[in-house]
């Protein structure tokens, strides 16, 4: 598909080249000189921000504060907590010369703020009345990652992480699965990404963590993608930074921790499931344009007057509804061109006016995930509640094909006969997808099976959490199974 | 003055202190364990917030778009202008070893963006259509300073950088004006805070600009404090990165450059120029809470529950006229250690609602930045027009309250006769504040006069530019004078 010079790959054919050629070509972000840092540029952070502004509001609203911990941290603080360091250390940027002489201690580059945040809290909690404490971080993360992709994997990257201190172990881990099931639902409702929520393994665990929640998405070349993660810290971080605080019989307690967080990760996912050959398909609840305006002008002064200007009286309409729209108002390139930009940068509908719909107090409406015969002509009078409506639905629709991709790409291949464990292999390492199964507990079993294929265990899910284990053996091994679990191949 | 069990320093006799008690007792900034790094806390955090929501949509509104660019820059890109690293060498932190491995190169935490901005710019800017590329950014920095002191001057700090190109020197030089204009309207109308603006001289100038214009405020302790930088970059950048465009003409020519920030340094002018010994006072327009209601309660159950409803309805009736209220539901302390707390923060008013309110329908109203004596009772009908009313008054007032002492504290010390330099030195030295006076131009005046008196020159003030010079002499080499400065001490 060639436009504006521009060539995207097939999706079909090269996924990873499509996907970066839409990154690129939509202008979402280019590549920096400084080897695994993107830029985003201006389109790409608007998407940003939507998702931003978004969530920010949910947090809030759920009694979250915002505050700003420094980027800087001093290495010794990271190697308080055992498994903390030793999951960040390969992947951290050192500074150890600042304002022209060396440092006596070296800083790090914040690759998360567990240490820096429970640092902190062990001055700001002393008592009962001080917990809970919810604050949550927009900040920017660095992690030395050696093979990076625009979005989802980068040397810098921009998240929010919230970090809550508790009274005790059951609201903590109840903030942990809140904060899972908000994202749940921002994930779903917002960017229309269908998610299977879970534990994660031991293995899969974040590094300092009790517990690791995960929402598991399924992209359009049928890998999983981690969208976002919340964790149940227990006492680690209060034990490694000593932050007690005393209970209400007046005895000393440590405090249990709860962290949690998004990503720039979330447009890569936006990306990888919803877009076309054509370019960006983005829901219209993150938009950043909901609506873009093409006047089809002529060769004809006096009539392309007349159309800007109905183009503007529309424009008028659709901007006092509070959508967001923009008119373009490109003259020198056709009306096809013109198209193709817009759909390359995804914008879910587009009113094209040219001067016959005007004399029929019309426009012509086109969905950007419909086919283009599928455009209509709408009454002026009607616009407005067939534009909110045409909203909707495609926000509905391309959260029902998603779901429908995923629960087409995901297979239960449980285990309780002999061969399965070759059916399952043959599976993921020719159909990829979620694969459902059965699994003992055994670190050896889920290691065996990455060598074997690829796949790791993305979580267990909550789905099928009530569902018997009765009988069930472990897809690898064959002993009693302990839980089902989700596999696939992961970027 | 003592409360919360906390003392704050008198202004009057301890300047310096009285400003650390505040941002910390207010809970705006904790210290961090690295040096000079502050925590900026949910408080500090919100006015910050306040200030990024409503300058962000002002530059959106003027045509601006957010991106998002490395933290890492390459060191050789500093290095490409001659003043930029001469400038920021002696402040940058860097990075010599990242994921176990020693870096080939070294690379900088951003001290400012312009060098990898524009090292991108030269990707994106090919043709007069290009143009202008009018780019913000609201991101972290790093300058290792030797002082620091929390918002004012800090090792990682919080800002929005703009950085636009033009076709021509006069449209570059228009928004760097441009973008002055609305950060004095920012400041004067929603910071209550009145600032001369003008151009820096060569001395105080940007390292890298052509020219450098300011915004100065002057603090309570007659210290100036420069609020904000607008740069005429000129060619400097686009010649380090090569960055052409094919004119209208089809010649290939240089783009024009601008940069220009403000950064989370606004906060400590905020203090600096409206609190008191009681704490902080916000201007209404900027405050993250406008009006708190303190029910007054009882040693009876029955009619607390009467107070915390009443309070309750008072709090909708506010809350649904879109105001930032809260409702204080300390039940443990008294009423004065809960004013107290209230006007530590420096919330705009405070409501008092005690038992005989509820009879005659009223509720009592303070004002922050009045008296104790001037609080008054109203009707809960009248209350909503009453309280947006003291909330512009309060702004104003405000205002004018700076503007008055920033006016009192400006001398004009104009150099027409033989001993006007030691009248000027002591003025200076003893009375502090803005000095008007005459300059010839020339550095070593200038430096001379800093030796003298630790004063340097804030600005050529656009306030005095058709002003005569007939006659007017250097203020301390007695030649004929070219300019009207403003000296003052500066934080």
Redesign the interface.
């Given at each position: 598909m060639r436009f504006m010079g521009n060539f995207i790959s097939s999706k079909e054919e090269e996924f990873s080249k499509w996907y970066l050629d839409i990154v690129q070509k939509a202008k979402l972000v280019?590549y920096?000189?400084?080897k695994g840092?993107?830029?985003?540029?201006?389109y790409?952070?608007?998407i940003?921000?939507r998702i931003k502004s978004i969530l920010d509001y949910k947090l809030k609203e759920t009694g979250h504060?915002?505050?700003?911990?420094?980027?800087?941290?001093?290495y010794e603080?990271l190697e308080r907590e055992k498994e903390h360091v030793n999951g960040f250390?390969?992947?951290?940027?050192?500074?150890?010369?600042?304002?022209?002489e060396a440092l006596v201690e070296p800083?790090v580059?914040r690759p998360t703020s567990e240490t820096?945040i429970w640092?902190?809290y062990s001055?700001?909690i002393k008592s009962y009345r001080d917990l809970p404490v919810k604050?949550n971080q927009w900040?920017?993360i660095?992690r030395?990652?050696?093979r990076t992709r625009p979005f989802i994997r980068t040397?810098?990257f921009?998240w929010q992480e919230g970090h809550t201190a508790h009274e005790t172990a059951e609201e903590a881990l109840e903030e942990t699965l809140f904060i899972l099931n908000l994202y749940k639902r921002f994930v779903e409702d917002y960017l229309a990404i269908p998610v299977f929520c879970g534990k994660k393994t031991e293995r899969e665990k974040f590094a300092g963590a009790i517990s690791t929640y995960t929402l598991e998405a399924l992209m359009q070349d049928k890998k999983a993608l981690q969208a976002g993660t919340s964790h149940y810290l227990g006492l680690n971080f209060a034990k490694a930074f000593d932050v007690k605080f005393q209970n209400k019989k007046g005895e000393m307690d440590y405090v249990f921790a709860t962290s949690w967080g998004v990503s720039t990760r979330l447009i890569g996912a936006l990306i990888m499931v919803h877009s076309d050959n054509k370019g960006l398909i983005l829901p219209p609840k993150i938009a950043p344009i909901e609506v873009i305006i093409v006047p089809i002008f002529k060769r004809d002064d006096e009539a392309n007057k007349k159309i800007l200007e109905y183009s503007t009286a529309i424009f008028n309409i659709l901007k006092e509804a509070k959508l967001r729209v923009e008119i373009d108002r490109d003259t020198k390139n056709s009306p096809g061109f013109r198209f193709a930009a817009a759909e390359l940068k995804g914008i879910p509908i587009r009113i094209e006016i040219g001067f016959n719909d005007i004399l029929m107090d019309c426009v012509t409406v086109a969905r950007r995930d419909k086919d283009k015969n599928s455009k209509y002509q709408v009454l002026v009078k009607e616009l407005l509640s067939k534009i909110r409506h045409e909203l909707e639905t495609m926000q509905c629709e391309l959260f029902n094909r998603a779901l429908e991709f995923r629960n087409l790409h995901t297979k239960e291949i449980i285990g309780f006969k002999e061969n399965d464990y070759a059916t399952f292999k043959t599976y993921i390492n020719e159909d990829l997808g979620f694969v459902l199964s059965s699994w003992c507990g055994n670190e050896v079993c889920e290691e065996s099976i990455k060598n074997d294929t690829k796949a790791t265990i993305r979580c267990i899910p909550e789905e099928f959490k009530n569902r018997s284990l009765n009988d069930l053996t472990c897809i690898y091994c064959s002993t009693a199974a302990k839980y089902l679990v989700l596999f696939a191949r992961a970027y």
């Open positions: 280019d920096s000189p400084v840092c993107m830029v985003i540029m201006p790409g952070y608007a940003w921000e504060e915002n505050a700003y911990f420094p980027l800087l941290i001093p603080f250390s390969p992947e951290l940027a050192v500074i150890t010369t600042a304002g022209g800083l580059l820096i640092n902190m001055k700001w604050i900040a920017n660095i030395w990652e050696k040397t810098e921009l």
